[in-house]
């Protein structure tokens, strides 16, 4: 049982404070939905949470333990992170570059251990690509090529679980396949968090929904907390309705509101 | 039967014996094979003074050079992700060939010192720090090569500057041919100039294995597997001087055998560039190995260069590579 804290996170990119002053904690056995406009910052978090950024100021702990002063193999081993728009530069087989994910451990693809060949049979079947270990990872569509990553960072069986819009650019039916995947290894007891940018989708799946605006958490909580008309015209800048149907929240986009320019990035 | 399940390695092995037995018997001094191979190691008059001194040398420094080149070449294409990658892209070849005609021109030293490949290595440290300034951090493949070519023209001129200045024709003849690529006349000490260079840059691109594996899935990804991309990207581009600047220093620019041999192996390896990274390097002996024979059977009046034969065995594969992969390569990130 792992939990990630930031405590008072500045990160500043060149010349601008990309993240100011920022307090959060991710629990182990919740799924956490990062949302915001462009450029608030959401990747900027994630990859100081990964510990992939130096912050300018306050820090990332690990259980209490300061992610800064981790070596990085341990830090790898500890928080998987799927970064957005994820490549896969040579044609390797998929059962390969899942088998990446235990570089961490000191494993390699072709010399796993029978633990690390058992984390890689395991990833491979959450996200049912049974069948395709041995195709080229290249020649997948987007939606399975998705999995194959997402599959690589579960192999890594890290605690902590980071994915940057996992399900950005996926068709709905990959969509659910993918957040399905990431909410049950959340009640596995892993801390996970994910960016996404449809509200609706992040509702759903949300335990817990983090409104990041201008690189400060504008609010956090419950989807219904969280994800207000108010909130989103003060800080997507648009007027949306949000209903229920079904338990479920509904979060429709009806029109921007023109009166609030936004610096887009 | 799979690709890479061959007994790639062992296979390399045997060609590379094989072409040096070749090697030591292709020349104007017809020598039986089994001739050749006890005149290495017992006198055998004339024929151990033309396996020893001239035809000795010039296979280890083929093995040698092509081995650092298919290395190396396998390095950087995995560093940056792309199969076009090599140390021409850096301009580091013309960049080593500048450094050590600026020494050798200055009258500083003559062409058997050592101080020749650390001028030639220095070159190409230079020409890699210089388009890694320009191109930065993030650059595209576009911009990379622009850069490279641009680095590697600079540094061409220079040459050219210095052999149009020359006062002795003797020595410009003597540049030009250099510049060309070859193993023609090359001596034991050309191999001992060139070896512990080439040593150490073998170390420093070997020691990069795991971090270019979790490279195939882009930076971000390496470092949050615990990657070094810093180090590994200094490793490589170190390596990648070391080894271009020490093998232009004995033996001139020969270019394009790091382009093709990680190609030629890929395959055979389950396209995991680490594992592509020592295959690939028997691969580049064996091409030079088999240029360097070829280059002595071309009937011709004088021996054609090495490094013109891979140039013009070279450029149409590198064609052949960018019509293959041209969409792909628009704006890859380097």
């Not at chain 2, 040698?64 to 990658?85: E, K, V, Y």
Request: net charge positive.
């Amino acid at each position: 049982m792992t939990e990630l804290h930031a405590r008072g996170l500045s990160v500043d990119l060149g010349e601008r404070h990309a993240l100011s002053k920022i307090d959060l904690a991710l629990r182990p056995g919740r799924l956490t939905v990062v949302v915001g406009p462009n450029g608030a910052g959401k990747t900027t978090l994630m990859r100081a949470l990964a510990g992939l950024l130096e912050p300018a100021g306050g820090q990332v702990a690990l259980d209490g333990q300061l992610i800064a002063n981790m070596k990085d193999a341990e830090r790898a081993r500890s928080i998987a992170y799927l970064p957005q728009g994820g490549t896969i530069a040579w044609p390797l087989p998929v059962i390969d570059v899942v088998a990446l994910g235990r570089l961490p451990h000191g494993e390699r693809p072709g010399s796993l251990s029978p633990a690390g060949r058992e984390a890689v049979t395991a990833a491979i079947h959450a996200v049912g690509l049974e069948g395709f270990a041995s195709r080229a990872a290249t020649e997948l569509s987007g939606g399975e090529r998705a999995r194959v990553l997402l599959a690589r960072a579960l192999a890594t069986q890290a605690p902590v679980l980071l994915a940057d819009e996992p399900v950005a650019a996926l068709d709905p039916r990959h969509q659910l396949v993918v957040l399905d995947v990431l909410r049950r290894q959340a009640r596995a007891g892993r801390t996970v968090a994910v960016i996404m940018h449809d509200l609706t989708l992040a509702a759903r799946f949300a335990d817990e929904i983090i409104l990041l605006d201008q690189g400060k958490v504008a609010a956090s909580g419950g989807p219904e907390t969280v994800l207000t008309e108010a909130a989103l015209a003060t800080h997507f800048g648009i007027q949306a309705h949000v209903s229920r149907d079904g338990g479920h929240l509904i979060v429709v986009a009806d029109r921007p509101l023109p009166e609030i320019h936004r610096d887009d990035q | 039967m799979r690709l890479s399940r061959l007994p790639l390695i062992p296979g390399l092995i045997l060609v590379i014996a094989g072409l040096s037995v070749a090697s030591l018997v292709v020349g104007p001094a017809p020598i039986a094979p089994l001739r050749a191979v006890t005149a290495l190691v017992s006198d055998q008059g004339s024929a151990t003074v033309v396996v020893r001194d001239i035809r000795l040398p010039r296979t280890l420094l083929a093995i040698l050079i092509g081995w650092i080149f298919g290395l190396t070449g396998a390095g950087l294409q995995g560093l940056l992700r792309n199969p076009l990658a090599d140390t021409a892209v850096f301009g580091a070849p013309q960049a080593a060939a500048f450094g050590a005609v600026l020494v050798i021109y200055s009258g500083l030293v003559g062409a058997l010192s050592w101080l020749l490949p650390f001028a030639a290595i220095l070159g190409a440290l230079a020409s890699v720090a210089l388009v890694v300034a320009v191109a930065g951090r993030r650059a595209t493949v576009v911009v990379l090569v622009l850069s490279g070519l641009a680095v590697g023209s600079l540094a061409g001129a220079g040459t050219s500057l210095a052999i149009s200045l020359s006062p002795n024709p003797f020595a410009v003849t003597e540049i030009v041919f250099w510049i060309l690529g070859s193993f023609e006349d090359r001596s034991m000490v050309h191999v001992w100039l060139a070896a512990p260079f080439i040593l150490v840059a073998s170390g420093l691109v070997l020691s990069s294995t795991n971090g270019l594996r979790a490279l195939a899935l882009g930076e971000e990804t390496a470092r949050s597997l615990g990657a070094n991309v810093m180090r590994l990207r200094l490793l490589l581009v170190a390596g990648a001087a070391i080894g271009t600047g020490a093998s232009v220093a004995v033996a001139g620019s020969i270019g394009f055998v790091g382009l093709v041999a990680p190609h030629l192996t890929r395959p055979f390896v389950g396209y995991d560039p680490a594992r592509t990274l020592v295959p690939s390097g028997l691969v580049g002996a064996a091409l030079l190995l088999a240029a360097d024979c070829a280059v002595r059977l071309i009937p011709s009046q004088t021996e054609i260069k090495i490094g013109v034969l891979t140039a013009i065995l070279g450029v149409p594969f590198f064609l052949w590579v960018i019509a293959r992969r041209k969409a792909e390569l628009v704006e890859m990130p380097a």
